[in-house]
């Protein structure tokens, strides 16, 4: 979900955009339909008037008929016409009103009187198939008329501009879409970078601000590169330029007649070469760009390598762990791990034991021995050690600890009951 969020705000927002739309554009057309009912409805006042002095003056129907063309009305006389529109129709509005008309009379008395007749009427406007009908009822009687000239509301109009503006809208966030694209690209190649593909190029002939910062990418790109095969061609070649001195001293202090000092100079070269090939060790960790070394092995044979490394006695270890359990890892650089937390446990354990066991899937390094002094942070560091009389360098655990986060693992320690527990979590 994180990974998209940038997406699913954009396709939120045209969610919302698009829905908002819609209802206006609903709310609109009800009121739109509303306001033209109301509208073509205001013609029940003409026929109202035509029929009601139809009524009053008993004229015949061809008179009424000729009054109502006058405004394009036509009376449905047929029967059955009547029924099936009566059935069928939509009812558009409904209402019901007192018509009032003036007569003139001559009272008793000879005076010339006005008299208002109210007459209670019902006008309902109909739609079938297209047409426009308004039925006109009253107490004693009742007419169907058709409109010829009224045609039912049409949501064409609007429909199209409602369209227009919703393929607008949509086009508007498909572009957007397609500038996203090069940023999902973008972040793809990032994470290969990552995980070691240095070759991978950012450059792009985009000129927006995506391709801006690929080209900007990119030029940190060769300089980190520069600056690693730098660092790696100097590491190289330093030890390589060490390994040549160590080596003639080694064979030059074969050549000293007193053995307490050839004892004493092979002890120092010793420790120079060990030195060497920790720092050989630490190099490659730390430029381990891939994971193309990496295969399943059986934790018990990667164990069982360490000890053979470590050169201790078989009885002072004891393994606890299930011989079908595997681990994807590097083989060398997972067993030296293994192996310097044998040598750490050896060099502090009180009975110079060490127990290796799995608990909970994780691998854990026990012994027997004092709490450490400082927290694992300080352990971790390169060249510190608790004890300078030790016969270290300061760099196995965090050696360790490069190896275990090269392996996606950190190094944690637990101390109960007198035991110190590494485990590789």
């Known amino acids: 979900m994180k990974k998209h969020a940038v997406l699913i705000t954009v396709l939120f927002a045209l969610s919302v955009s698009l829905v908002s739309l819609s209802a206006i554009f609903w709310e609109f057309y009800k009121l739109n339909r509303e306001q033209y009912i109301d509208h073509i409805f205001m013609k029940y006042a003409v026929i109202t008037q035509i029929y009601r002095d139809h009524q009053q003056r008993q004229n015949p129907e061809i008179m009424l008929d000729a009054n109502l ?53 019902r006008a309902t406007m109909l739609e079938y198939h297209k047409n426009i009908y308004f039925y006109m009822q009253t107490k004693n009687a009742a007419i169907l008329i058709k409109d010829e000239d009224l045609r039912p509301y049409s949501y064409i109009n609007l429909l199209y501009a409602y369209s227009t503006i919703f393929m607008i809208i949509s086009l508007s966030f498909v572009l957007v879409l397609q500038k996203l694209r090069p940023l999902i690209r973008l972040r793809k190649k990032i994470a290969l970078f990552g995980n070691g593909k240095l070759d991978i190029s ?40 060490l390994k040549t001195p160590i080596a003639k001293g080694t064979i030059a202090t074969q050549m000293l007649s007193s053995e307490k000092q050839r004892a004493r100079f092979e002890s120092i070269f010793h420790r120079l070469e060990t030195l ?117 360098f300061g760099l196995g655990l965090y050696l360790v600890d490069s190896i275990l986060k090269a392996h996606d693992k950190v190094l944690a320690y637990e101390y109960e009951n007198g035991v110190n527990r590494f485990i590789f979590a």
């Open 69 to 121: 063309a006058i405004y394009k009305l036509q009376a449905i006389r047929d029967s059955k016409e009547q029924k099936r529109v009566l059935q069928k129709a939509k009812i558009l509005k409904r209402e019901g009103f007192h018509s009032v008309s003036s007569a003139l009379s001559l009272s008793r008395d000879g005076l010339i009187r006005q008299n208002n007749i109210v007459t209670r009427l």
């Open 276 to 392: 060497v090939t920790e720092f050989a060790l630490i190099e490659e960790v730390t430029s381990m760009n891939d994971k193309i070394d990496f295969n399943d092995y059986r934790v018990i044979d990667i164990i069982d390598g360490a000890i053979d490394m470590a050169m201790v006695e078989r009885e002072l270890v004891s393994v606890y762990v299930n011989a079908d359990t595997k681990i994807n890892a590097n083989y060398r650089l997972y067993t030296t791990a293994i192996k310097n937390m044998i040598d750490n446990a050896m060099k502090y354990s009180s009975d110079g034991h060490i127990k290796i066991c799995m608990i909970q899937g994780e691998l854990s390094f026990e012994n027997k021995g004092k709490r450490l002094a400082y927290p694992l942070s300080y352990y971790i560091e390169p060249f510190t050690k608790e004890n300078p009389s030790k016969n270290s």
């Open 202 to 241: 950012f450059e792009t002939n985009s000129c927006d601000e995506i391709g801006l910062v690929s080209n900007e990418l990119e030029n940190t790109r060769e300089k980190i590169n520069t600056l690693l095969e730098a660092r790696t061609l100097f590491l190289r070649n330093i030890m390589h330029e």
